[in-house]
């Protein structure tokens, strides 16, 4: 069988980083990488105190963004992770946006494709 392999990348909360963590480390994968990241949705940021000069609005979140490389098969396991522990059912939760994969290589062992994952 003939697996392609998917880009899975998420924008979390920061503070749903560490159930979606251990969610994706119970599941069958190679691995995933994440980090800290800033942006912005379309609603207006939450109003921020600061000691001297009062409050301000950040002009961007501050979130998680994760990715994941898999065969097709574990797409529907990965995002169901992510949204099952990331997801209350409000806005602002983020997104979640899959890519195809043309190929992958593990830098040790030189082997390309599904197999290297
Ligand atoms: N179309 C997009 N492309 C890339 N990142 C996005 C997109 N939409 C939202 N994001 C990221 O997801 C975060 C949350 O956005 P979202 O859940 O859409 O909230 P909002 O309700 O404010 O639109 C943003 O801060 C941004 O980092
Ligand atoms: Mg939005």
Same mark, same amino acid.
């Given at each position: 069988?003939?697996l392609?392999?998917?880009k899975?990348?998420a924008?979390i909360?920061?503070d749903?980083?560490?159930p979606v963590?251990?969610?994706l480390t119970q599941?069958?994968?190679g691995?995933?990488?994440?980090?800290?990241?800033k942006g912005?949705?379309?609603?207006?940021?939450?109003m921020v =105190?600061? @000691?001297?000069? &009062?409050r301000?609005?950040?002009?961007y979140?501050?979130n998680?963004?994760?990715?994941? *490389?898999?065969?097709?098969n574990?797409v529907?396991?990965?995002?169901d992770?992510?949204?099952s522990?990331a =997801?209350? @059912?409000m806005s &602002?939760?983020?997104?979640i946006?899959?890519?195809?994969?043309?190929?992958?290589i593990d *830098?040790?062992t030189?082997?390309?494709g599904?197999s290297?994952l």
């Amino acid at each position: 069988m003939n697996l392609a392999m998917k880009k899975i990348e998420a924008v979390i909360p920061e503070d749903k980083l560490e159930p979606v963590f251990s969610a994706l480390t119970q599941l069958d994968i190679g691995g995933f990488t994440y980090f800290t990241a800033k942006g912005r949705g379309k609603r207006p940021r939450e109003m921020v =105190s600061s @000691g001297r000069s &009062g409050r301000f609005q950040s002009a961007y979140n501050v979130n998680i963004n994760i990715y994941v *490389v898999v065969h097709d098969n574990m797409v529907d396991k990965v995002v169901d992770a992510i949204t099952s522990h990331a =997801s209350t @059912g409000m806005s &602002g939760e983020g997104k979640i946006f899959i890519y195809n994969v043309d190929d992958a290589i593990d *830098v040790g062992t030189k082997k390309r494709g599904e197999s290297s994952l």
